[in-house]
C-alpha cells in the first residue's frame, strides 16, 4: 500500500469521522509531500462514496473509477470491509473492463455545443455532465443523441425560469 493508503487507514480506525483536512495536517507534520497528504484527504473523502458502489448510480462510481486513485480506495476499501464486500466485488469487476468501456469517449464537447449554435456560459459544463451521465448509463449513444438531449434540457430550463 501506499503512504496515503496506510495514512487514510490509520486515521479511519483512530478517528473515524476523520476529516480530509486532517489527512493534509497529519502529511504536513510527518514531513510527507503534499501528494501524499492530498491523497489521503482525497481517500477520505471518497471512501463513503465507494463504500456504497453497488447501490448508487453508475456515472457517480464510474468517475471515481476512473480516477488515478481508484486503485487505491479500492485497496482501503478492501483493506476495512473485506475482499466479500459488495462494493469492493462491484468496483473489482468495473476495474476489469476495457478501458473503452470503463470510460467510453464522450460524445459531446464545449466546441460541439458552440458549433451547435449556443454561447459560451456556466450552463455549459451542466449540460455536458447530463449529456454524460446520460452515455454512461445507456439513454444515448450518439452525438445526435446528445445533442437532442441538449435541446431537450434547455428547454425544460427556459420552461422552468
Known amino acids: ?5 496506510i495514512m487514510a ?26 501528494h501524499e497528504g492530498d491523497r489521503a484527504a482525497w481517500l477520505l473523502q471518497k471512501l463513503p462514496v465507494l463504500a456504497k458502489a453497488h447501490e448508487l448510480p453508475w456515472p457517480t462510481i464510474q468517475r471515481l473509477l476512473i480516477h488515478d486513485g ?3 480506495i479500492v485497496a482501503l476499501h478492501e483493506a476495512m470491509a473485506g475482499p466479500g464486500d459488495a462494493a469492493v466485488k462491484f468496483c473489482r469487476e468495473r476495474l476489469a473492463w476495457t478501458p473503452e468501456l470503463l470510460n467510453p469517449a464522450p460524445l459531446l464537447d464545449g466546441g460541439a455545443l458552440i458549433s451547435h449554435g449556443l454561447k ?12 454524460r451521465d446520460a ?7 450518439t452525438a445526435d443523441e446528445a445533442i437532442a438531449l441538449v435541446d431537450r434540457l434547455r428547454a425544460s430550463s427556459h420552461t422552468l425560469r
Open 1 to 5: 500500500p501506499t503512504i496515503a493508503v
Open 9 to 34: 487507514a490509520i486515521l479511519r480506525v483512530a478517528l473515524p469521522q476523520a476529516r480530509p483536512q486532517q489527512a493534509q495536517e497529519a502529511a504536513r507534520r510527518l514531513r510527507f509531500t503534499k
Open 70 to 72: 481508484a486503485e487505491e
Open 120 to 131: 459560451p456560459s456556466p450552463e455549459f459544463s451542466t449540460l455536458l455532465e447530463r449529456v
Open 135 to 141: 452515455q454512461l448509463v445507456g439513454e444515448i449513444s
